[in-house]
């Protein structure tokens, strides 16, 4: 079974700096797929990046991008220039590339909540 | 376009009491997760509908959970009788297909005393 580890419970940020958020995953499958989905308060969870397995290149959105370290299964989230609305909890996941009907749900870590400075 | 609608945001009942939660997915998506993250855990997958039909109900807890999804539209997440530990809050997500992006409910949040 897979397994996605976020070890920080909570971090901050001053607003226009740089914060890199730690994932840790565990699997044994080779193609699969890592998420950044991010949770404001009171709020719907939103699909922040995307990262598929078997491409080296490291996902980047607009201020957010990976770094994706397949070898060391880690996937960290780096946050540039932060802004107060990045204030949320962000939760990492991970979903199987394989069989895709039996095997789309998605398995998450505990979440970290960021907090952001003005 | 109307997002993933999930209701009531919130729910507090009494223990052995029954609450039926529902989800309204997105119009034309498929499929449909049920997930729950219990306070301080991991988001936990619960069960997945292919329209009507229950693709995979692997994280079910147990059989006080009900979730039935007619004609393939709402769906609906029942726990009779309920118990403390069921509280935490309900995510629903829906999806044109499996290899499509997920979108999420604002999540019910169920507090059982």
């Known amino acids: 079974a897979q397994t996605v580890t976020q070890s920080q419970p909570e971090m901050s940020v001053q607003e226009a700096e740089t914060v890199t958020l730690s994932c840790t995953y565990d699997?044994?499958?080779?193609?699969?797929?890592l998420f950044w989905y991010k949770q404001p308060p009171s709020r719907q969870m939103i699909l922040v990046i995307r990262q598929e397995a078997y491409k080296q290149q490291n996902a980047t959105e607009n201020r957010f991008s990976v770094n994706f370290q397949k070898a060391a299964k880690s996937f960290s989230l780096k946050i540039s220039d932060s802004q107060l609305g990045d204030a949320a909890m962000y939760f990492c996941a991970y979903r199987s590339a394989w069989d895709a009907g039996a095997n789309s749900k998605l398995t998450f870590g505990k979440g970290i909540t960021l907090s952001v400075r003005p | 376009e109307a997002g993933v609608t999930q209701f009531p945001s919130h729910s507090v009942i009494e223990k052995g009491q029954t609450v039926t939660l529902r989800c309204d997915p997105i119009s034309g998506h498929d499929n449909l997760y049920w997930y729950r993250r219990v306070m301080g855990k991991e988001i936990k997958f619960l069960l997945h509908?292919?329209?009507?039909?229950?693709?995979?109900e692997s994280g079910m807890p147990n059989n006080r959970f009900l979730a039935e999804r007619t004609g393939g539209t709402y769906s609906t997440l029942k726990v009779q009788p309920a118990e403390l530990e069921d509280s935490g809050v309900y995510f629903c997500?829906?999806?044109?297909?499996?290899?499509?992006?997920?979108?999420f409910g604002q999540g019910t949040r169920l507090t059982v005393v």
């Open positions: 997500a829906s999806s044109r297909t499996e290899n499509t992006e997920a979108f």
């Open positions: 699997t044994s499958e080779s193609d699969y797929y």
């Open positions: 509908f292919v329209k009507e039909s229950k693709q995979d």
